[in-house]
């Protein structure tokens, strides 16, 4: 009698899974790392400011004054904390008896070792000198892993004219280069029309309010600068760009939350985000008034003024500049999006996954990221379509 034998495209997948597995036990431990803060020896120590740091993943690494690792403590041992301070001493014999940690150049084959002689739910990452690098291995993170679940550490984007623009650091999706490089030439083309449409408002705003005409270098910059960024809100807020970074928004929201990426569920989600660029802008576009109206202003305000105007502003901007964004995105460079636009985010983003689950990898570094997120790729179109449509414009003689 001849055994059973699985139908060919079974036995195909059931290779491929095994084939996968085995990829992902070869990747750097990394892949399944999240971030921890660890406590170290402090006169600040108390058991409410413990509570809080565990609260947020139920574990505490605790380490010396070198960064070196010397204890672990979890849930169970907070109950015993003193409510006083607590130095060094008293952490140590609080935490539990028995705990482990992984080299950085583990891989996920290690630790599914280690957790398999543990049941702590994370195991701290250190360095070849026993260093605590501020991340640990997540045994929830390595189940995801091992079963294709597992979400990008962190995933980007932003809405062009081609599309939603998604990207994890190392992959991206949606639009692509062609979307990167044609927002580029939008704002390029954008910015060389606000300057003209400045000049002209600016002459009837003289011709009705002649004192306008007095203002200072720094008044009539502010001025330009605060006219330019209203009409440039306004115009996202009226063109199909604000729908699309809202579906952007609302499916990395949905992706952050382990959420289907359907149309209704996504469509539930915010459409905004603490990361957005509008945020940013805000901040930069603080600091720089700041700096203009200081930098005109040197020589009719004292230096202890100076002082007591920068601290000022730089603690209003530093207050307000997250909330402010947030309105801002809210009210003008997102909209609720139609279903093809919701459609073009949630695309990206399943072609995001679809990538990330193939080949996982851990937290980019700065660079790639930078990278990643098309923002060298879009100045550099930015700066050649400003540069060709301010040309035209002055041949044209608008």
Partial sequence: MEPHRLPETEQEQQAGERMALSRRKHLPVGVIAVSIPAVTDSPKNTKAKLVRQMAQTGVLPVIDRKKRLVGFLEEQ??????????????????????????????????????????????????????????????????????????????????????????????????????????????????????????????????????????????????????????????????SPISGLHAAEHMTINAIENDLELSESVVRAQPREHLRCGTNLMVLLGGIQMIAVSLFFSYDRISPLGMLLYAVFWVFIILKFWRPAGLWLQHHFTTKPPSSAQLESGIKAGRELLEKFAAEPHPMPSIGRRLWGSGLPVMFAAFLLSAGLFGYILQRLGI
């Fill in 77 to 238: 041992d907070w109950l015993d904390l003193p409510e006083s301070v607590l130095m060094m001493d008293s952490l140590l014999e609080m935490t539990s008896g028995e705990w482990m940690a992984l080299p950085k150049d583990a891989t996920i084959e290690n630790a599914i070792e280690r957790f398999g002689e543990t049941e702590q739910a994370f195991i701290p990452i250190v360095d070849t000198q026993g260093r605590y690098t501020g991340e640990c291995a997540s045994r929830s993170q390595l189940f995801r892993l091992l079963n294709g679940l597992l979400r990008p550490p962190r995933a980007g984007g932003l809405a062009t004219p081609l599309g939603v623009y998604m990207t994890s650091g190392y992959y991206m999706s949606g639009s692509g280069w062609k979307g990167l490089v044609a927002t580029g030439v939008m704002f390029g083309a954008i910015m060389p029309l606000l300057d003209r449409l400045w000049m002209v408002a600016y002459s009837l705003m003289a011709a009705f309010y002649p004192i306008i005409t007095e203002l200072d270098l720094s008044s009539y910059m502010v001025l330009q600068t605060g006219c330019a960024l209203i009409t440039l809100f306004a115009l996202l807020r009226l």
